[in-house]
């Protein structure tokens, strides 16, 4: 039997003709999965009806991958600097500017990717950037490949492919209006009211009770993100439709959110770098990519309400996608710092009748770091074997 439709009620003055104008925009931008034959992941169907998708990912995973390939640029020009014995400044080596103009091109990619494809597929491909980072570096800094490396590649890539092709199957055009609608829209706002209520009470015992946990720091950071993800969709999403012929920079709403962009940016940042001076970043980076992963997926389900009519299974599958390219990432990241710190010795072999090992530079921790080592033990053996002679 099929339902029956009634009719709306002809709108009755200007708001009322801007609201339905929006809601039909809605209703023709929203596409929904629908079983039935040739809908797998690999048709032709599907193929069809997820090529916006598609060259979203791309465009992010192209993006991620000429991130990977800038920072370890910047990293060999570090490592290359510090060979020298009178090394400049970092930042005039031609080799660590060149990988900052990559990175703004890698940064660049993913801004596009957000502006054809939803929140909820481009944020967890953030580990792309990890693993293809750990492979660059074994491939041209010449770092150990781990057997960790390698599962952790594996799942990432796993999960990757999981949560493409469990996303939501949303097309959405993000027009000025339809941000506008989603600005003022209940759900965002219970949602912003709490995240400000919690952002608040994080920094207060941050600043006022001087706590520096990592967890604190980088819940901070992603709450921020949430905002830079949904702002920076709706710039994106505003330029590109803008470049069709369907101008969007005339609306207040456009500068609205790339002020918001610019200022979460900024200030995530801050609490990103204070994090990164107090913990090391094999802890800072898999935590960080959760919490920011996390925080976007949340974003883009609450203001784009990019999981509207979603089944279930399709939501536990993306979920578990996620799961598997965090326990990749962390996979990755792991012990990799401790593998790079270089242990300094001397050997004083070739002294005739000495067979030893001394360390240049005394453990961190002890109260002595920082000085040569006390040679008095075997200074003192030596002068004893000269007046035996």
Same mark, same amino acid.
Request: aromatic share 12%; hydrophobic share 50%.
């Given at each position: 039997m099929e339902p029956v439709l009634m009719a709306a009620p002809a709108p009755t003055g200007p708001e009322d003709d801007d609201a339905s104008a929006v809601l039909d925009e809605l209703s023709r931008n929203f596409t929904y999965w629908a079983p039935g034959p040739g809908n797998g992941s690999l048709s032709g169907a599907w193929y069809r009806r997820?090529?916006?998708?598609?060259? %979203?990912?791309?465009?992010?995973?192209? #993006?991620?991958?000429? +991130?990977?390939?800038?920072?370890? +640029?910047?990293?060999?020009?570090?490592? !290359?600097?510090?060979?020298?014995?009178?090394?400049?400044?970092y930042f005039t080596s031609v080799l660590w500017l060149g990988g900052v103009l990559l990175t703004a091109i890698g940064e660049t990619g993913n801004f596009a990717a957000?502006?054809?494809?939803?929140?909820?597929?481009?944020? /967890?491909? *953030?580990?792309?950037?990890?693993? #293809?980072?750990?492979?660059?570096?074994?491939?041209f800094l010449k770092e150990n490949l781990r057997a960790s490396d390698l599962l952790g590649m594996t799942l990432a890539f796993a999960g990757t492919y999981l949560l493409?092709?469990?996303?939501?199957?949303?097309?959405?055009? +993000?027009?000025?209006?339809?941000?506008?609608?989603? @600005?003022?829209?209940?759900? @965002?706002?219970?949602?912003?009211?709490?995240?400000?209520?919690?952002?608040?009470?994080?920094?207060?015992? !941050?600043?006022? $009770? %001087?706590?520096? !946990?990592?967890?604190?720091?980088?819940?901070?950071?992603?709450?921020?993100?949430?905002?830079?993800? +949904?702002?920076? $969709?709706?710039?994106?999403?505003?330029?590109?439709?803008?470049?069709?012929?369907?101008m969007q920079l005339t609306y207040a709403i456009f500068y609205i959110m790339l002020v918001i962009m610019i200022a979460s940016c900024v200030f995530q940042v801050k609490f990103l770098n204070q994090a990164t001076e107090l913990y090391?970043?094999?802890?800072?980076? /898999?935590?960080? !990519?959760?919490?920011?992963?996390?925080?976007?997926?949340?974003? %883009?389900?609450?203001?784009?309400?990019?999981?509207l009519g979603?089944?279930?299974?399709?939501? @536990?599958?993306?979920? @578990? #996608?996620c799961f598997l390219s965090f326990l990749g990432v962390f996979l990755v990241t792991r012990n990799r710092e401790k593998e790079h710190l270089q242990q300094s010795f001397v050997d004083f072999?070739?002294? /005739? #009748? $000495?067979?030893?090992?001394?360390?240049?530079?005394?453990?961190?921790?002890?109260?002595?770091? %920082?000085?040569?080592?006390?040679? *008095?033990?075997?200074?003192?053996?030596?002068?004893?074997?000269?007046?035996?002679?």
């Amino acid at each position: 039997m099929e339902p029956v439709l009634m009719a709306a009620p002809a709108p009755t003055g200007p708001e009322d003709d801007d609201a339905s104008a929006v809601l039909d925009e809605l209703s023709r931008n929203f596409t929904y999965w629908a079983p039935g034959p040739g809908n797998g992941s690999l048709s032709g169907a599907w193929y069809r009806r997820n090529q916006i998708h598609l060259f %979203g990912v791309l465009l992010a995973i192209l #993006g991620n991958m000429v +991130i990977s390939i800038s920072l370890n +640029i910047q990293k060999y020009s570090h490592l !290359h600097l510090a060979q020298k014995e009178h090394p400049k400044p970092y930042f005039t080596s031609v080799l660590w500017l060149g990988g900052v103009l990559l990175t703004a091109i890698g940064e660049t990619g993913n801004f596009a990717a957000y502006g054809v494809a939803p929140i909820t597929v481009i944020a /967890p491909l *953030g580990c792309v950037s990890v693993t #293809g980072s750990a492979v660059i570096s074994v491939i041209f800094l010449k770092e150990n490949l781990r057997a960790s490396d390698l599962l952790g590649m594996t799942l990432a890539f796993a999960g990757t492919y999981l949560l493409v092709n469990f996303a939501p199957n949303i097309t959405q055009a +993000i027009s000025a209006r339809t941000v506008q609608y989603y @600005f003022v829209g209940w759900q @965002f706002l219970i949602y912003v009211i709490l995240e400000i209520l919690i952002f608040c009470i994080l920094l207060y015992f !941050h600043k006022r $009770k %001087g706590m520096k !946990h990592i967890v604190i720091l980088l819940t901070l950071v992603a709450l921020l993100a949430s905002l830079t993800v +949904i702002s920076v $969709k709706a710039v994106s999403g505003m330029i590109t439709l803008s470049m069709t012929g369907k101008m969007q920079l005339t609306y207040a709403i456009f500068y609205i959110m790339l002020v918001i962009m610019i200022a979460s940016c900024v200030f995530q940042v801050k609490f990103l770098n204070q994090a990164t001076e107090l913990y090391t970043m094999t802890t800072v980076v /898999p935590v960080n !990519h959760v919490f920011f992963t996390t925080s976007a997926i949340i974003a %883009g389900i609450i203001f784009y309400q990019e999981f509207l009519g979603a089944a279930f299974l399709t939501v @536990f599958i993306y979920l @578990f #996608g996620c799961f598997l390219s965090f326990l990749g990432v962390f996979l990755v990241t792991r012990n990799r710092e401790k593998e790079h710190l270089q242990q300094s010795f001397v050997d004083f072999g070739s002294i /005739p #009748g $000495k067979q030893m090992l001394d360390k240049i530079q005394p453990d961190s921790n002890g109260l002595s770091y %920082g000085t040569l080592p006390d040679g *008095g033990d075997s200074t003192r053996g030596q002068r004893g074997e000269k007046k035996e002679a």
